[in-house]
């Protein structure tokens, strides 16, 4: 007979999803779906107005560009499979499949808190020593600062994917979550998970800590910056040119406090409750963000505002 715990070869996993609330299903695939169709509407057009606009062929822009980008791909990563599993009864998904999206989904998320902190440092030249920022921000600066951030993003998912992937699983194969997420499948591990909770907290530090360190301390240069100019109006100017990139920051950051930071429920009886909310905000977080970006930039920044309406002026006028 065999033993409970004993382990043997997963050719691929169960995403459990919203199986057990079917009535759900349905109106979750319309409103994901309505929010993956405006992220990739709206960062396509952050896309394309910064590189057929030569107004925002700039340091910033760029990088709003790159994280137009990445924020397609993170979604693209693991919406289409979400939207799937609502439809399929039985979503599985191959183990190199699991492997694949799960990479993609850490590489793009920690690409992304470096790539926050690259713009914080723009704007903290742009403003706190603008005669230096030519020189500071040149193409020769940022074009590497914006591949470094995608280089380090790639490293630490191919350690956390490795690690996770390498573990003997039991044989139960069935992921409580939407996605391959990494803390559901560590769930599955047969064996001591000690390496990775101690690879996934170094990493926590290096690509959220630190950067929210570093964005913080270059805002608090650049607000008492700002507070030292005379008018009125040059204060507002200033604060307008980081004030897209500070709400983006605050959205971004404020969403992971809330999905970690929130207690968690004591009632055992509320437990199904407490799991379903947390595979929920895990959901939205991943949509949410990515599609408020590309509205943030385009109400909040006059260069957008401007480029976006250029760039529906020339299709009309071509019509």
């Keep these: 007979m065999d033993r409970p715990n004993e382990t043997s070869p997963v050719s691929g996993f169960i995403l459990l999803g919203l199986s057990a609330h079917p009535k759900l299903e349905k109106t979750f695939f319309v409103l994901i779906l309505s929010m993956y169709l405006v992220i990739l509407l709206g960062n396509g057009v952050l896309i394309l107005v910064t590189i057929l606009d030569t107004h925002l062929h700039t340091p910033m822009y760029f990088f709003l560009g790159n994280l137009s980008f990445l924020d397609i791909c993170y979604t693209t990563s693991s919406v289409p499979l979400v939207l799937d599993g609502f439809l399929t009864p039985r979503k599985t998904i191959s ?59 790639s490293i630490t998912a191919t350690v956390q994917t490795s690690l996770a992937m390498r573990l003997p699983f039991c044989g139960d194969n069935v992921i409580n979550h939407f996605t391959c997420e990494i803390l559901a499948i560590l769930k599955l591990a047969c064996a001591d998970i000690s390496i990775n909770v101690i690879s996934m907290g170094v990493a926590n530090v290096i690509f ?112």
Aim: net charge positive; glycine share 6%.
């Design 95 to 153: 183990f190199s499949g699991c492997a694949v999206q799960m990479f993609l989904s850490l590489a793009m998320g920690a690409t992304e808190c470096v790539l926050l902190g690259m713009m914080a440092f723009d704007r903290y030249v742009a403003i706190c020593n603008p005669l230096r920022y030519p020189v500071v921000m040149s193409k020769a600066a940022y074009v590497p600062m914006a591949i470094s951030s995608w280089v380090a993003g």
């Design 208 to 319: 959220l800590g630190v950067p929210v360190l570093f964005i913080f301390v270059s805002y608090i240069f650049i607000l008492t910056t700002i507070l030292r100019i005379p008018s009125a109006e040059g204060r507002r100017k200033a604060f307008s040119t980081c004030s897209a990139h500070l709400t983006v920051v605050i959205v971004f950051y404020g969403t992971i406090l809330f999905m970690y930071g929130k207690p968690k429920s004591k009632d055992p009886l509320g437990a199904d409750k407490q799991d379903l909310a947390d595979k929920l905000i895990s959901l939205f977080y991943g949509v949410l963000t990515p599609m408020l970006n590309p509205i943030i930039y385009s109400l909040r920044n006059k260069d957008v505002k401007v480029a976006v309406r250029n760039l529906v002026t020339k299709k009309h006028v071509k019509q």
